[in-house]
């Protein structure tokens, strides 16, 4: 009789034991992690979780967003969100469980523009083109650290090299508008360069690379819009062939009938060439829905023109204009005449902001 009350009360405890190890399943999330806090219009993003668990193979992985699009499998402690194509903020969201217990996790992803580039993180939006280099580098700014990208030409042969971002974007049109932080590090050029057999003018310029509409109504139709400034002359000053100095230079490259014309503004800004040196400023180039172009220097507008809306008008378009990328070109030099550049906080809006 003893031997058997023991067998049971054995057999009670192991009972006991069991549903007690049962109850001790758990999960608990600790965090739900993003790779940044500022994304731009279709960027894809990296987010995970980090959980606590008795036995973390065992725990399931429900992903689910407001906004963009997942592009992984279910399932996994890791997830790739791609922006929405329009700026806001949106949601992602995680439900952890294990065992009979969940919970789930919320995090706000900010989509701050079309497009941006703060040279935070490798690989870069904006890439050289051959025959230059890119470094990340930083600099304290009111006691905060910062990165930009420092870079120059590194040809034998040509006088000017440019950064490019490629959008990939069949939708992207006008009203466009873009910026960055700019200027010299270095060797500031107040003259022309001479590279090898070719010059190049003191300056830089943005290029809009354009498509043509796929509606393909307009026979005289642009390929290309750029903005060409410089920043410092030292006196020096180009003028045009009837003598008359200028500092910002707006053309349009466009094809008709197959051939391959170009049309140049030239205008005189004094602040356009306050550059030095160490001394960086915001340049923006901007076309709104009616095609009026807009400059801005360090937030203040310096400049509008109607004159590719003139153009436009002129040539009687139907088609809308689209965009396919943006240069940043710059002047290439050799030996201590090598300009060193400076680039921060490239941005793209295509939501009819003017940025500035």
């Given at each position: 009789m003893k031997h058997y009350i023991k067998s049971l009360y054995f057999i009670l405890l192991c009972g006991l034991l069991a549903t007690s190890c049962s109850d001790d399943h758990y999960v608990e999330i600790d965090s739900l992690n993003t790779d940044g806090d500022e994304f731009y219009c279709n960027q894809k993003v990296k987010i995970w979780m980090a959980v606590r668990s008795d036995d973390l193979s065992e725990v399931d992985y429900q992903w689910s967003c407001e906004?963009?699009?997942?592009?992984?499998?279910?399932?996994?402690?890791?997830?790739?969100?791609?922006?929405?194509?329009?700026?806001?903020?949106?949601?992602?969201?995680?439900?952890?469980?294990?065992?009979?217990?969940?919970?789930?996790?919320?995090?706000?992803?900010?989509?701050?523009?079309?497009?941006?580039?703060?040279?935070?993180?490798?690989?870069?939006?904006?890439?050289?083109?051959?025959?230059?280099?890119i470094l990340a580098k930083t600099e304290s700014i009111g006691g905060i650290t910062n990165t930009y990208a420092q870079f120059n030409g590194k040809s034998s042969t040509e006088a000017q090299r440019y950064l490019e971002k490629v959008f990939n974007d069949a939708q992207l049109k006008i009203p466009f508008s873009t910026m960055s932080k700019i200027g010299f590090i270095s060797a500031i050029p107040k003259d022309s360069l001479t590279v090898g057999q070719k010059k190049g003018p003191p300056s830089l310029y943005y290029t809009w690379v354009l498509k043509r509409d796929p509606k393909q109504a307009d026979a005289i139709y642009p390929v290309q819009l750029t903005v060409e400034w410089y920043p410092n002359v030292n006196g020096k000053m180009p003028v045009t062939s009837l003598g008359e100095k200028f500092n910002l230079a707006i053309s349009i490259s466009y094809l008709e009938k197959g051939i391959s014309k170009a049309v140049s503004l030239r205008t005189y800004i004094p602040e356009i060439s306050s550059f030095d040196n160490k001394i960086y400023k915001k340049f923006s180039m901007s076309v709104d829905k009616d095609y009026y172009i807009y400059i801005h220097l360090d937030g203040k507008e310096v400049y509008k023109s109607e004159w590719l809306r003139t153009f436009r008008t002129t040539h009687n378009s139907q088609d809308d204009i689209y965009i396919d990328r943006w240069r940043i070109g710059f002047p290439n030099g050799t030996g201590k005449d090598l300009p060193v550049l400076y680039l921060d906080d490239a941005y793209g809006a295509n939501d009819g902001t003017i940025l500035k």
């Amino acid at each position: 009789m003893k031997h058997y009350i023991k067998s049971l009360y054995f057999i009670l405890l192991c009972g006991l034991l069991a549903t007690s190890c049962s109850d001790d399943h758990y999960v608990e999330i600790d965090s739900l992690n993003t790779d940044g806090d500022e994304f731009y219009c279709n960027q894809k993003v990296k987010i995970w979780m980090a959980v606590r668990s008795d036995d973390l193979s065992e725990v399931d992985y429900q992903w689910s967003c407001e906004g963009g699009r997942l592009t992984q499998p279910q399932g996994l402690d890791e997830m790739t969100w791609q922006a929405p194509n329009t700026p806001g903020t949106y949601s992602v969201s995680c439900t952890v469980s294990s065992g009979g217990k969940s919970e789930t996790r919320i995090h706000k992803m900010y989509v701050s523009s079309y497009f941006f580039e703060k040279f935070e993180k490798t690989p870069y939006g904006i890439v050289v083109q051959t025959g230059a280099e890119i470094l990340a580098k930083t600099e304290s700014i009111g006691g905060i650290t910062n990165t930009y990208a420092q870079f120059n030409g590194k040809s034998s042969t040509e006088a000017q090299r440019y950064l490019e971002k490629v959008f990939n974007d069949a939708q992207l049109k006008i009203p466009f508008s873009t910026m960055s932080k700019i200027g010299f590090i270095s060797a500031i050029p107040k003259d022309s360069l001479t590279v090898g057999q070719k010059k190049g003018p003191p300056s830089l310029y943005y290029t809009w690379v354009l498509k043509r509409d796929p509606k393909q109504a307009d026979a005289i139709y642009p390929v290309q819009l750029t903005v060409e400034w410089y920043p410092n002359v030292n006196g020096k000053m180009p003028v045009t062939s009837l003598g008359e100095k200028f500092n910002l230079a707006i053309s349009i490259s466009y094809l008709e009938k197959g051939i391959s014309k170009a049309v140049s503004l030239r205008t005189y800004i004094p602040e356009i060439s306050s550059f030095d040196n160490k001394i960086y400023k915001k340049f923006s180039m901007s076309v709104d829905k009616d095609y009026y172009i807009y400059i801005h220097l360090d937030g203040k507008e310096v400049y509008k023109s109607e004159w590719l809306r003139t153009f436009r008008t002129t040539h009687n378009s139907q088609d809308d204009i689209y965009i396919d990328r943006w240069r940043i070109g710059f002047p290439n030099g050799t030996g201590k005449d090598l300009p060193v550049l400076y680039l921060d906080d490239a941005y793209g809006a295509n939501d009819g902001t003017i940025l500035k």
